[in-house]
């Protein structure tokens, strides 16, 4: 039972009667999954004074609601007196009496039911709410097994199967996986108020040979037609040991190696206790599980037996298991048939020898220069020995092998592995070190020897050793020292000297030459002489400055005018820095270059030339407007307009001071005018356009000077005021009389000038 809120009960106490009389019984969680379908059984009963039930609601997942002292919730189903006994196919449907049976029947049960309903039950006096939990699992329950505390063999035992689920109309069958003769299976549903569950008993006798197996029950689904879920245990079935047996882990055992024995017997719980025989006799403090003999003998051999024992009994000596005791050949030794002296190149032959051997010797194994080989029988031959034999030995086998020491066979030989060594200084050689050589060797028979010196191939000096009180870069070479007995004589492998010393010799090489023409490619290289080489080169130009330029080669590509100068570079090694003495680079100009110049040069002059004449030009026409404009502010006069008829006529020349032009091109918009300039007392001769002076005579006619201009119009329509009196007539005349003044004037028949204007 469950009621629901402190205040809930209060409330429902004070407002009706005791409720604690309501009695309930249903189990206390039902299972189920989704898709399947759910049977609540349920019984009810009524308190003593209340009157008969008249609602019944079920809700999910309900809460209670303060506001409206009212549970709240998804309501699954609801019924209210007069009853509806009428049957009709629900998911959800609360059947019984209304009086003591309250069995819920969910069919499909829903994922989204898990978690816990309510039961409302109401009367006229009294209201109770009762929760049932609900688990609605995604996928099928899985089936439990109960087993036994314990499973002894030969001992009949039942297994139970149990799932926490039975619905009516819903199919389900437990099913075992041990199929064998002698099993009894029972399958049981309960469906009451304290249990809902379907169960499924397997009763059998268990055999030793079941321990350690799986046992599953699985749950077998008719509407589905799978399994849908199972549940595997690991059998555990207790037994007195069985029958045992030895194992020997190394079998046949070499004589002097350790032996372990191990006792077998199959036995649960493991045998606690054991007992060993050796040659069916008891062998005293042996009651471990292993018997281990540190180092085996002959008599240790024979046939082992064991017995095993636990809490349940004894179990049954089993079959013997043979120890083998062998032993590797003994005595094994290597020898020289031919003991004479050896020189290197001869041919030796050597032996394997033994004395006993069990079992007998099948190969024989020879260590000859690090390299084993097999040979038999038991004989080495060595065509041409070298001199750096190694100690020879040879093994006599069975199962396992013997080995002989080792012999020398001592040959021989010249003067092995001479080498040069740098006995001081033992690091680094600088020019000025004081530095001394030493010539040795790693083997010679006999030991007596001499050594000498060459440099380069050429002869140096005798002796052990060679010195430098202060050696110079110039010391550096190939050196080789010799070492003879009587055998031979032996060359070193050259030694090269290499003196370390700062950059010298400096020197800047320009390639092609230190004349280039400029767009061609100029390369300068740093030459120097250094050990260890230089690892830095920076270049400088004539104003010293750095280039930042830091190869050994400096590539001016394509070379320019503004390269030439002197270049220098400096070097850096570990030791030291060197500058070298500067190198001229000469740039001359290209043929194109010249080329530009000397065009840019003549254009210029000419553009200068050009531009002198039209200024010149330009400021003479200049003055004569203004000379003009001066002339015509000081006249008077009048004009007027005279009509003429267009006619070809040559200039009119008999009139001295008449000057024409007649213009072929401009035919038929030019008229002819002549200009007659009177001529003063006071007038005097001025200069022409040309820039010359002409005088002339005065005229005889003063006052009849006339200046005509002839006006071109076109044809569409009449000039001002003046109208066209024939077809011919094209062209206007404009004449104006000008008072010239007082004097003589000249005749400037060069600067008459003409104006057409065209329309």
């Known amino acids: 039972m469950h009621l629901l809120g402190p205040s809930l009960l209060l409330l429902e106490y004070l407002a009706f009667s005791d409720s604690s009389e309501w009695k309930f019984e249903r189990p206390h969680t039902l299972y189920s999954w989704d898709g399947a379908c759910v049977w609540i059984p349920c019984k009810y009963k009524i308190p003593r004074f209340s009157?008969?039930?008249?609602?019944?609601?079920?809700?999910?997942?309900?809460?209670?609601?303060?506001?409206?002292?009212?549970f709240k919730g998804s309501i699954l189903y609801e019924d209210r007196k007069p009853w509806n006994y009428t049957f009709h196919p629900k998911r959800v449907q609360v059947l019984g009496d209304r009086s003591s049976n309250c069995t819920i029947f969910i069919n499909p049960v829903l994922e989204q039911d898990n978690g816990h309903l309510g039961l409302r039950l109401i009367t006229k006096t009294d209201r109770w709410m009762e929760k049932i939990d609900l688990n609605v699992s995604k996928t099928p329950l899985s089936p439990h097994i109960q087993l036994p505390p314990e499973i002894r063999e030969s001992q009949e035992v039942t297994l139970t199967c149990l799932l926490n689920f039975s619905c009516p109309g819903y199919q389900i069958q437990l099913q075992w996986s041990l199929e064998e003769p002698g099993i009894t299976l029972t399958t049981l549903t309960t469906l009451t108020t304290k249990t809902v569950s379907t169960q499924s008993k397997l009763t059998f006798q268990p055999h030793w040979t079941h321990h350690g197996r799986n046992l599953t029950c699985q749950?077998?689904?008719?509407?589905?037609?799978?399994?849908?879920?199972?549940?595997?245990?690991?059998?555990?079935?207790?037994?007195?040991?069985?029958p045992s047996r030895v194992e020997i882990l190394s079998s046949p055992a070499k004589e002097g190696n350790k032996v372990e024995m191990t006792c077998m017997s199959v036995a649960?719980?493991?045998?606690?206790?054991?007992?060993?025989?050796?040659?069916?006799?008891?062998?005293?403090?042996?009651?471990?599980?292993?018997?281990?003999?540190?180092?085996?003998?002959?008599?240790?051999?024979?046939?082992?037996?064991?017995?095993?024992?636990?809490?349940?009994?004894?179990?049954?000596?089993?079959?013997?298991?043979?120890l083998d005791v062998q032993y590797?050949?003994?005595?094994?030794?290597?020898?020289?048939q031919n003991p004479t002296r050896i020189r290197e190149g001869?041919?030796?032959?050597?032996?394997?020898?033994?004395?006993?051997?069990?079992?007998?010797v099948t190969r024989y194994e020879w260590d000859f220069q690090g390299f084993r080989r097999e040979n038999s029988p038991g004989m080495l031959i060595i065509q041409k020995v070298a001199w750096d034999t190694m100690p020879i030995t040879c093994a006599a086998c069975n199962q396992w092998c013997s080995w002989a020491p080792s012999v020398n066979l001592d040959v021989q030989h010249a003067p092995k592995d001479v080498r040069i060594l740098q006995i001081s200084p033992s690091s680094e050689i600088h020019s000025g070190y004081r530095v001394l050589l030493g010539c040795n060797f790693s083997s010679s028979r006999p030991r007596d020897v001499h050594f000498f010196w060459k440099k380069n191939g050429i002869f140096l000096k005798e002796g052990k050793e060679l010195g430098f009180d202060s050696i110079s870069p110039e010391d550096a070479g190939s050196y080789n020292c010799f070492v003879n007995n009587s055998i031979g004589q032996t060359m070193s492998e050259a030694r090269m000297l290499r003196v370390l010393y700062a950059p010298r010799k400096l020197r800047v090489a320009i390639s092609p030459k230190d004349q280039v023409m400029e767009g061609k490619k100029a390369v300068l290289t740093c030459e120097?002489?250094?050990?260890?080489?230089?690892?830095?080169?920076?270049?400088?130009?004539?104003?010293?400055?750095?280039l930042h330029h830091y190869d050994q080669m400096l590539r001016l590509d394509p070379v320019k005018i503004q390269h030439s100068g002197a270049y220098w570079c400096e070097a850096a090694n570990q030791l030291g820095r060197a500058q070298s003495p500067p190198s001229t680079l000469t740039v001359y100009y290209s043929p194109e270059t010249i080329g530009r110049r000397v065009a840019v040069g003549v254009g210029f002059c000419l553009a200068t030339l050009l531009l002198a004449f039209w200024g010149v030009k330009l400021q003479r026409s200049w003055k004569r407007i203004r000379s003009q404009q001066g002339l015509q502010e000081s006249s008077s006069?009048?004009?007027?307009?005279?009509?003429?008829?267009?006619?070809?006529?040559?200039?009119?020349?008999e009139d001295p001071h008449s000057l024409g032009c007649y213009n072929p091109v401009m035919e038929d918009a030019i008229s002819y005018a002549t200009l007659?300039?009177?001529?003063?007392?006071?007038?005097?001769p001025r200069p022409g356009d040309a820039g010359t002076l002409e005088t002339e005579g005065p005229s005889p006619n003063r006052d009849d000077t006339v200046t005509y201009s002839v006006l071109q119009k076109r044809r569409v329509g009449d000039y001002e005021n003046v109208l066209p009196d024939s077809p011919e007539d094209e062209g206007i005349h404009y004449s104006e009389l000008v008072h010239l003044g007082v004097g003589e004037r000249p005749l400037a028949q060069d600067a008459v000038e003409y104006v057409t204007l065209k329309h």
């Open 268 to 322: 649960n719980p493991p045998p606690t206790n054991y007992t060993w025989y050796h040659n069916e006799i008891k062998v005293p403090g042996r009651t471990s599980k292993t018997f281990q003999i540190p180092e085996v003998l002959l008599e240790h051999a024979g046939n082992y037996s064991c017995l095993a024992e636990n809490r349940l009994g004894l179990g049954q000596i089993g079959q013997e298991t043979e």
């Open 528 to 546: 120097s002489d250094a050990n260890p080489p230089i690892f830095q080169y920076t270049w400088f130009d004539w104003n010293n400055q750095n």
């Open 51 to 70: 009157e008969a039930l008249e609602n019944l609601t079920l809700y999910r997942n309900y809460e209670y609601d303060d506001a409206t002292k009212n």
């Open 219 to 242: 749950l077998w689904d008719h509407n589905a037609e799978r399994i849908v879920s199972e549940e595997t245990v690991l059998l555990d079935v207790k037994h007195a040991p069985e």
């Open 328 to 336: 590797a050949p003994k005595e094994v030794t290597t020898v020289i």
């Open 346 to 360: 001869d041919t030796v032959t050597l032996s394997c020898n033994y004395s006993s051997s069990n079992p007998r």
């Open 676 to 684: 007659r300039f009177p001529v003063g007392e006071t007038d005097t």
């Open 637 to 653: 006069g009048q004009s007027f307009f005279v009509r003429k008829q267009k006619v070809r006529r040559a200039p009119l020349s």
